[in-house]
C-alpha cells in the first residue's frame, strides 16, 4: 500500500524563531487573576449568524457585569447604526456601573475616529481601542505601505483622538492600541511601533496605556506566543506604565494554553468571549481559563458559580450551541462512560461525603468540584455498552437508595452492559432500576413461593424457626417444611424436598431503603451450588426474614 503523505512542498513555513536566550516564563506561575475584558458585544456578536439586537446587547452587558467584568468591549459604534445606539442608551440611562469600563473599537482612520469619540460624549469613562494591521501580508496586500507608513496610520490615529477631546475629556478617556496581527508581526517592529504610539499618547504608572498584542490569526505554538510577549515586554520602554494584554483567537486550537503562557511571559490583562464565541473558531474562551485558575486554587475574580444558567442565556442571547464537550460547562464533561472511570468515581465520591466541604479535593477524573459551579453529581455517571460494572451500583446507590455489595457488582455490570449492547444507546437511570428490578427481585424463572408461614419457638438456647409452605419449582408444586436458626436458614433447607439445586448460602448482605412507614428491606445473598457455580439474588420485603427469603428465590432464578 502507498505510503499517504501531505507534503506541504515549501508552501507553508514555521514562524520565524524569537531571541531570547533566558526565556523566564517556562518557570513561571499564575497566582492570580488578570484583568479581565469581555468582548462578547464587539467580537463575538460581530461573529453570530443573527447579530444581536439592541434589547439583546442590553441583557447581555448585565449578565457581563453580573459575572464581575470590569471592562467591556461594547462595540463598533463608527461600523453601525445598531451599535452606535446601544452604547447611547448605555450612556444615557446610566447603566454603566461605577466600577466598570466600556470599551469601543476603531480603526485608525480620522472619519471613524471622530464619530467613536462623538458616541463616547457623557460617558463616565472608558477605553478608546485603536488598531492597525502590522503584518508583513497586511503591509504587502491590504495596504501597500512600507513600515514607516504604516506606524505613521498608528501614530495619526492617537493624534486624531487627542484632538477629538477636551482636557476635561482626556481625564475620563484611557488608550488602548492593538498591533493588529501582532503573532505575524516581526516582534522589533511590533514593539518599535507601540512605542511610537505609547510616545505620542503618553503614559504613566497612574495612567498607564493598554498594549493589546493579539493572535488575531493563531499561526504558532502557544510556547512561541509566549516569548514574543516575553520579548515584548522585555524591550518596551516604560514597562511600570503600560498593561500588556492578551486577545487570543484559536485557530490552531490551542487559544487557551496560548493565553496561559502569555500570562506566565509577563501579560496582566485578557480579553475573550463566554464560551469561546468570535470569528473563525473562536476567541479565547474566557470561562475555561478562569477555572483553570480555579481548580490550581486560583480566585479568578468572576462568578462562575451557576455555569448551567450562565450557558443556558449565552444560547438565548447569541442563538450559539454550547458542545456537549465544552470545558466545565458541556453537558458530558462531568460524565463518565468507561467502567473503570466509574468505578473510581464512585469511591471518590464515597468517601467525599465524609470529609469536611473544603478538604482538598483529589476525586478521581473530576478536575474541580462540579457543585462549585452549579453542576450536580447525579450526571456524572452515565451507562452505556462501554460502562463497567461500578456505575451502575452509583447509580443505583445515589438515585434509589439501592446499595449493590461490592461482590455482586459484576453480576450486575453484566446485566446492563448486555441491555446497552441490545438498546445500542445509553441507559437512562430509570432503565438501569428497571434492569435490576426484573433481573433479582421480579426474577420467577424456575421458583416461585406460593405460600408460606413462619414459626418462631420461644424458649430455645438458639432461636429456632419453623418454616411451612408451597413452592412451585418449573411448573410443579411441592409442600415444603422444616427448621434452621432463621427464616432464611429453615427456607433455605426446606427446599431440599424439591428438585432444585443443592446449595449453601455463602454470602448475605441486608440494608434497609426508605423512610418512615415506607421502610422496606432489601437482602442479598450469594448461593454455591454443588456444581461450584455462584449465583446473587436480590429481595425486597417490609420483613428482614421474607426480604431474604425472597433473595434466595432470585438466586435460584438465575441458574
Not at 271 to 286: H, K, P, Q
Not at 294 to 315: A, N, W, Y
Not at 375 to 390: A, D, H, L
Request: hydrophobic share 35%; net charge negative.
Amino acid at each position: 500500500m502507498a505510503k499517504v503523505s501531505m507534503n506541504p512542498n515549501g508552501k507553508y513555513a514555521p514562524i520565524a524563531d524569537i531571541p531570547l536566550t533566558e526565556r523566564q516564563w517556562p518557570k513561571n506561575k499564575i497566582t492570580k487573576a488578570p484583568l479581565w475584558c469581555s468582548v462578547d458585544l464587539r467580537d463575538g456578536n460581530q461573529a453570530l449568524v443573527n447579530p444581536m439586537g439592541i434589547e439583546t446587547k442590553l441583557a447581555f452587558f448585565d449578565l457581563l457585569v453580573k459575572v464581575g467584568f470590569k471592562e467591556i468591549e461594547v462595540g463598533f459604534p463608527a461600523a453601525s447604526d445598531t451599535e452606535y445606539d446601544f452604547i447611547r442608551r448605555l450612556i444615557e440611562e446610566n447603566r454603566i456601573p461605577d466600577d466598570v469600563t466600556i470599551q469601543v473599537l476603531c480603526q485608525a482612520r480620522e472619519q471613524l475616529v471622530r464619530r467613536t469619540i462623538e458616541c463616547l460624549k457623557g460617558a463616565p469613562k472608558a477605553i478608546f481601542h485603536i488598531y492597525n494591521s502590522t503584518s508583513p501580508a497586511q503591509r504587502k496586500y491590504t495596504f501597500n505601505k512600507s513600515k514607516e507608513e504604516i506606524k505613521q496610520i498608528a501614530i495619526d490615529g492617537v493624534k486624531c483622538i487627542k484632538s477629538c477631546l477636551t482636557e476635561e475629556e482626556r481625564k475620563k478617556i484611557r488608550i488602548e492600541y492593538s498591533p493588529e496581527s501582532f503573532s505575524m508581526t516581526e516582534i522589533d517592529y511590533a514593539v518599535e511601533i507601540c512605542e511610537a504610539v505609547k510616545n505620542e499618547w503618553g503614559c504613566s504608572p497612574d495612567n498607564k496605556i493598554i498594549l493589546n498584542l493579539p493572535t488575531t490569526v493563531e499561526c504558532s505554538t502557544p510556547n512561541v506566543y509566549a516569548d514574543q510577549i516575553e520579548y515584548f515586554a522585555s524591550h518596551i520602554t516604560d514597562r511600570d506604565s503600560v498593561i500588556i494584554s492578551t486577545h487570543c483567537h484559536n485557530d490552531r486550537g490551542t487559544g487557551v494554553a496560548s493565553c496561559e503562557l502569555g500570562l506566565l511571559a509577563g501579560a496582566n490583562r485578557v480579553e475573550g468571549c463566554l464560551f469561546g464565541n468570535g470569528e473563525r473558531t473562536g476567541n479565547l474562551d474566557v470561562v475555561t481559563v478562569a477555572l483553570n485558575m480555579f481548580s490550581q486554587g486560583v480566585d479568578p475574580e468572576l462568578d462562575l458559580r451557576d455555569i448551567v444558567s450562565l450557558g443556558e442565556k449565552f444560547t438565548q442571547f447569541t442563538e450559539m450551541e454550547i458542545p456537549p464537550r465544552t470545558p466545565y460547562v458541556g453537558d458530558l464533561v462531568f460524565t463518565a462512560f468507561s467502567g473503570s472511570h466509574q468505578d473510581a468515581i464512585r469511591k471518590g465520591m464515597a468517601a467525599r461525603a465524609k470529609m469536611d466541604k473544603n478538604a482538598l479535593w483529589d476525586v478521581p477524573y473530576l478536575l474541580i468540584d462540579p457543585h462549585d459551579i452549579g453542576r450536580q453529581y447525579e450526571g456524572i455517571i452515565r451507562i452505556n455498552s462501554q460502562s463497567g460494572k461500578g456505575g451502575s451500583a452509583f447509580i443505583l446507590e445515589q438515585e434509589y437508595g439501592i446499595c449493590v455489595p461490592k461482590a455482586m457488582h459484576p453480576a450486575l455490570g453484566a446485566a446492563v452492559k448486555s441491555a446497552a449492547d441490545e438498546a445500542q444507546r445509553e441507559l437512562k437511570s430509570a432503565e438501569i432500576y428497571d434492569i435490576f428490578n426484573k433481573t433479582w427481585l421480579e426474577a420467577d424463572k424456575n421458583l416461585s413461593i406460593v405460600d408460606l408461614n413462619e414459626t418462631h419457638i420461644e424458649g430455645k438456647a438458639d432461636e429456632t424457626t419453623l418454616c411451612r409452605g408451597v413452592v412451585e419449582w418449573k411448573g410443579k408444586q411441592y409442600t415444603v417444611g422444616d427448621k434452621g436458626n432463621g427464616p432464611i436458614d429453615a427456607f433455605a433447607t426446606a427446599l431440599g424436598a424439591t428438585p432444585a439445586p443443592k446449595f449453601t448460602i455463602t454470602a448475605f448482605h441486608e440494608h434497609s431503603v426508605g423512610t418512615g412507614n415506607n421502610t422496606s428491606a432489601i437482602a442479598y445473598v450469594q448461593i454455591t451450588c454443588e456444581d461450584g457455580n455462584d449465583y446473587w439474588g436480590a429481595g425486597k420485603s417490609t420483613s428482614v426474614g421474607r426480604a431474604g427469603i425472597n433473595a434466595v428465590v432470585s438466586a435460584l432464578n438465575q441458574i
